[in-house]
């Protein structure tokens, strides 16, 4: 044989060799969870408080599901969708309840005069409850939510500012 087919045939084999080691590394080990997945997990963790609000609206027969995060300006930590009959509520959980109620406060401030020129008054539709450690912020007017939150929550920033 010629000394380039001998190289052709060395290289094929190292070739094969290498292939069917990675194919064989690729069906039998199993490197569990990788630090990625495990750092997106603990993002997406829901804390106490939001999972007890979330099963208290399911007793109110809302059928509620977390449905990603959300992020608010004006709000230090990321918040969780929390959807349900077509609608959804955003809940922010902090630490501690002084917190939550003093960046409530201003964020409230935010929707104090929204709509004041548009003939549709947005802030009937604006709903801010601080319960605890959680603000909820829901945006809309459906009767079954409003109720709910106001039978689930705390105080109701917007029922605070008309008194």
Known sequence: MNAFLKKFILYAAIADALILSALFLKLFYDPGEVSIAMASSEQTRLGLATEQLISELKES??????SGKVLRKGLSVPGRMVAFKGDNI?????????????????????YEHIGDSSPHNWKK?????????????????????IGALEKNSGLSLEKQAES
């Open 61 to 66: 027969q809302l059928e509620p599901v977390s």
């Open 90 to 110: 955003q809940v922010f959980e902090y630490p501690d309840r002084q917190k939550a109620y003093s960046e409530a406060s201003e964020f409230a401030k935010k």
């Open 125 to 145: 539709d604006v709903h801010i409850h601080v319960d605890d450690t959680l603000i909820i912020f829901y945006m809309g007017k459906e009767i079954e939510i």
